[in-house]
C-alpha cells in the first residue's frame, strides 16, 4: 500500500530477481518503491550504450524524464577474464535476445571448457544510477570477484549465480539465500553505497 505523503522511488526494471533484491536492499529507506509497471511504462528504454555505467545512465535519466520520478536503474554483467571481459555489458544478450538464464549458463560453460582451473577468474559487475526532476545523475558501483565453475548447480537467486563461485567459497551463488548473498554480491555493495545517496536526495527533500 503506498503513502500519499511518502516520497515515490521508481525501480527502473522489469527482472523480478532484481526487483526482490532491491526491495530488501532498500527496505529502510522512507519511500514508496513503485514498479515501472505501477508507473504505466509500457515501451523498455533500449539498453544502446556500449558500457555497463551508460547504460545504467541512460536507463535512470530516460525513465525519470518519462515518468517524471526519482528513479534507479542498473546495469550488471559477468566480466570473464578468460574471454576478455565477455560478456560484459552483452550479459543479458550473451545467447541471444530472448534466450533463459540457463541458455545463457550454458553458453558460457561451453565456451569456457578447455579453461584450465587457475584461469577461470571472473567477476560480476554492477552500477547504479539514480536520477530524478532536478536531481544530478550520480551511480554508485559495486563487483564481487570469483571463478567460472564447470556446471550449474544451485536454484536460488537468477542469472549467471548458478555457475559463479565466489572468492574464498565453495558453495556457487546460486546456492546463497538472498541474505547471504545480498551481503557479499555486486549489486548488495552498489545499493549500499546507493542508499546513501537516495537518504540525501529524499532528506534534502524532505
Known sequence: MHSPTRPKLLLATNNQGKLR?????????PVDIITLQEAGVTTPVEETATTI?????LKATEYSR???????ADDSG????????????????????????IERNELLLK???????????????????????GVPVQTAEGTCEGRIARESVGRTGFGYDPIFIVDGMSRHMAEM???EKNAISHRG??????????????????
Open 111 to 133: 565456451n569456457m571448457a578447455s579453461v584450465p582451473e587457475g584461469k577461470r577468474q571472473a567477476r560480476f559487475r554492477c552500477v547504479i544510477a539514480i536520477a530524478g526532476p
Open 66 to 72: 518519462l515518468t517524471g520520478s526519482l528513479t534507479l
Open 78 to 101: 559477468l566480466e570473464v577474464d578468460a574471454l576478455n571481459g565477455e560478456p560484459g555489458v552483452k550479459s543479458a544478450r550473451y545467447a541471444g535476445e530472448h534466450a533463459s538464464d
Open 21 to 29: 533484491e532491491y526491495r530488501t536492499l532498500l527496505a529502510s529507506l
Open 189 to 206: 555493495k552498489a545499493a549500499a553505497k546507493a542508499l546513501r545517496i537516495l537518504e540525501r536526495i529524499v532528506g534534502a527533500k524532505g
Open 177 to 179: 539465500t538472498m541474505e
Open 53 to 57: 555505467p551508460d547504460n545504467a545512465i
